[in-house]
């Protein structure tokens, strides 16, 4: 089992920067992918980034050039740097893992609002 706590949400300006964690813990040798996700209001959870035990790393179109996924495997945390942040990026992020079975675990979710 894998539980992930997530942190680092709040409100923003639209051009201003957040920076999201997600901690691992529980019963594990190693985590595969580590990504993120976001949900708005009204619309279906859709992928935002992940990244590869060896670092690398593959984002939406819509985040590409704004947002960094990071990872530190001796802390089991990744992370997402959010830089030029728009209205429309408002939404709860939540973070996922897979174990080496690819099992998938998610985060209990952290609000991010951009103002306008």
């Known amino acids: 089992q894998v539980q992930l706590v997530e942190s680092g949400g709040g409100l923003v300006q639209a051009g201003g920067s957040l920076r999201l964690s997600c901690q691992a813990s529980?019963?594990?040798?190693?985590?595969?992918?580590m990504g993120w996700y976001r949900q708005a209001p009204g619309k279906q959870r859709e992928w935002v980034a992940v990244?590869?035990?060896?670092?690398?790393?593959n984002y939406a179109d819509s985040v590409k050039g704004r947002f960094t996924i990071s990872r530190d495997n001796a802390k089991n945390t990744v992370y997402l740097q959010m830089d030029t942040l728009k209205p429309e990026d408002t939404a709860v992020y939540y973070c996922?893992?897979?174990?080496?079975?690819?099992?998938?675990?998610w985060g209990q979710g952290t609000q991010v609002t951009v103002s306008s």
């Open positions: 990244i590869g035990f060896g670092g690398s790393t």
């Open positions: 529980g019963r594990f040798s190693s985590l595969n992918n």
């Open positions: 996922s893992v897979r174990d080496t079975t690819l099992r998938q675990y």
